[in-house]
């Protein structure tokens, strides 16, 4: 058994500690939030929070998790970063098919609390997007500057 703090709250989870995040997340916790993109960290699509950074959940070990703070899309208005980029991304009509955008506001995300503002928000990013909604995104993130 494996404890997680996801969202603030505690789960003990009980399954091979070699097991990916993202199906514990999904599968185990029942936070679908996070996406099944490529499966080897290229899209971003899985990107979470650990420890207030970005990281890619679908080729992540569950123990890689122990002890550490994991925020997924489902946590992120729980922070007054992720409440602005949620605010943006309404207010820039950020998504067309939506699919890789829980990916990129957690990308988003781990870039403002790394302490990057504006343009060199997006410049951290490198989430695919196959709608090419890119534009959108940099205007959204720009103007939390």
């Known amino acids: ?42 899209c971003g699509a899985c990107t979470i929070l650990l420890d207030g950074q970005p990281a890619k959940s679908c080729d992540m ?13 489902e946590g992120l208005a729980a922070s007054v970063n992720g ?3 949620q605010k943006a991304w309404v207010d820039h009509q950020v998504p067309q098919c939506g699919y890789c955008q829980s ?14 503002r504006g343009t ?3 410049n951290e990013v490198n989430n695919l997007c196959v709608c090419g909604t ?4 940099k205007e959204a993130v720009s103007s939390i500057a």
Not at 65 to 73: D, V
Not at 134 to 137: L, P, S, V
């Open 1 to 42: 058994m494996i404890t997680l703090n996801v969202n603030g709250q505690t789960y003990n989870v009980t399954a091979d500690s070699g097991t990916k995040m993202l199906w514990v997340l999904r599968d185990i916790l029942g936070l679908t939030g996070t996406k099944y993109g490529c499966g080897v960290e290229i």
């Open 61 to 73: 070990d569950l123990s890689e998790g122990a002890g550490r703070k994991i925020t997924t899309i």
């Open 103 to 116: 990916g990129m506001l957690m990308a988003c995300a781990g870039a403002l609390n790394a302490g990057k």
């Open 83 to 85: 409440q602005k980029l």
């Open 134 to 137: 890119y534009q959108r995104i």
């Open 120 to 122: 060199n928000i997006f």
